[in-house]
């Protein structure tokens, strides 16, 4: 079976899946996105992810392509047409196609594409292991709170990453803070076990999974506070991990040269891991 | 006639060309281009466009999409098929086209789309009046030298301008200087007739017309110096004006709400506005 891409109002095969030259999304990164994971046949925090979508069409005064139970009837029949159990949705809203020129255009009509496909989840040994992170400067624009397109600087620090033998980047501020890796939220536990995650502002993407995981936090009765850290608080930490809507929590086990705690997932990330697969197969799905 | 656009290989109807969603152009502002003056039936700084070019691709590493002949033959068919005396050529070359990962995919063909359009040079008296910016943050990357197509905050400061009844947005730094507008240079003229804009680093773009204005100032003479200069500089000084392949030199009279000199154009701006005419009609062609 073939993949299935939606379009403008039309479902066509994902090879024919195309949107003009002249497009805002392709000549300005005049769009927005979302990416809503599917777990077992459901979609997790998928009304936060539309909220958030909401909010970053609004900061750029990009109007709704079309009204929330009409999105969610097309998430639901890609979903269908894929056939995909476990998997993500991909979702881009841009400015739609007018003649190239810097300012809004007067009449273009919104832009809507969306995209599915499957995922597999990684294996337990591999969760047990972590990952690598290094440290990047962060070079991006000050309003990384508003989920764009415009992610060459993420891009790039991505590939650093993995020119590094890492998995993700950890971006640094000018006052040595992290802010957060190029595509997920950065946290870490202390030595004396509190759980720390920069508080959302313009200097970050405040992440639904990061949300659902502070609630989870909350509800496991677990210490923790939202403020910045110092990349050398984290290489001294307990524990280190990073979360988005297709990394879950993935515990981090060093960074850049620092092996933190003893090398292997913590504790406190592994219970967070747990907490939100069953929230994902739970209380965080819309069927 | 309608307009032709060049596509990954193809001539196609301007109306049908289309980029696959996955380009990465349009889900991760990963491609760069360019805008090249025809003016008179020639392209203007060709060369340095190229080079530029060049630069910004070997800045992502992105392999170029084609020879330098080749690609110059794809600019002289396009004028061709749309028949232009007087206009622009539109080129965009991104990573190309892959499935959605933040890292460099591996066997991704870079992509390549060219579009071109007439455009009506403003009247005489227009100029003489010049046109109002406005003063904004710069909000930007760090990487401002490399022209990319992550434009959405260059787009943000165009309509934020547009709205306060002006024609640019120059923006501001941390340090109180104008960086550049959103897609010009900016250029002032001190009180005592000194000539002054920015030097290039990864704070600005080192425009092509920026260049060949410099040449310029230097063989007609004017005493001048690229270095930073603050908002309020610029609203003492006795000129102003902004320069871009498109706007060529655009004099500037009003700066929030400083009115700029007595409020008409200055004449070492005409100056050099005719002498770029000049160039551009002249020693800037290539046929």
Redesign the interface.
């Known amino acids: 079976m073939s993949r299935i ?1 939606y ?1 403008n109002g039309r479902y066509v095969p994902h ?1 024919d ?14 769009g927005v ?1 979302e990416v809503v994971l599917v777990y077992d046949g459901a979609m997790v925090d998928e009304l936060p992810h539309l909220d958030r979508l909401d909010r970053s069409l609004g900061e ?1 005064r990009i109007a709704q392509p079309m009204t929330r139970p009409a999105l969610r009837s097309v998430m639901r029949e890609l979903l269908r047409r894929n056939r995909i159990r476990t998997g993500l949705i ?1 979702m ?1 809203v841009t400015r739609g196609v007018a ?2 020129d ?3 255009p007067k009449n273009a009509e919104p832009a809507l ?1 969306m ?1 599915a ?1 499957r995922i597999a989840l990684p294996a337990a040994a591999a969760i047990e292991n972590g990952v690598k992170v290094i440290s990047i ?1 962060d ?5 990384c709170d508003i989920k ?9 620090g ?2 650093q ?2 020119e590094a033998g890492a998995h993700e980047a950890w971006q640094v501020d000018d006052a040595g803070c992290v802010t957060e890796g ?2 997920t939220n950065a946290w870490i536990v202390t030595k004396d076990g509190e759980l720390i995650t920069r508080s959302a502002n313009q200097s970050i993407l405040n992440g639904i999974t990061r949300l659902s995981l502070l609630r989870l936090a909350e509800q496991e009765g677990l210490r923790f506070v939202e403020r910045s850290f110092t990349l050398e608080e984290a290489k001294q930490a307990r524990e280190a991990f990073i979360s988005s809507a297709t990394a879950f929590v993935t515990p981090v086990t060093q960074i850049d040269d620092a092996v933190i705690g003893n090398g292997k997932a913590g504790s406190v990330g592994l219970g967070l891991r747990r907490a939100y697969l069953d929230y994902a197969a739970g209380a965080g799905r819309t069927a």
């Open positions: 891409a379009v090879a899946a195309a949107v003009h030259v002249e497009d805002r999304g392709y000549q300005f990164a005049d996105y750029l991909y881009q003649r190239r810097h300012p809004f594409v995209t496909k400067r070079i991006r624009w000050e309003r764009t397109v415009a992610l060459l600087p993420n891009v790039l991505k590939q990453a993995r190029t595509s």
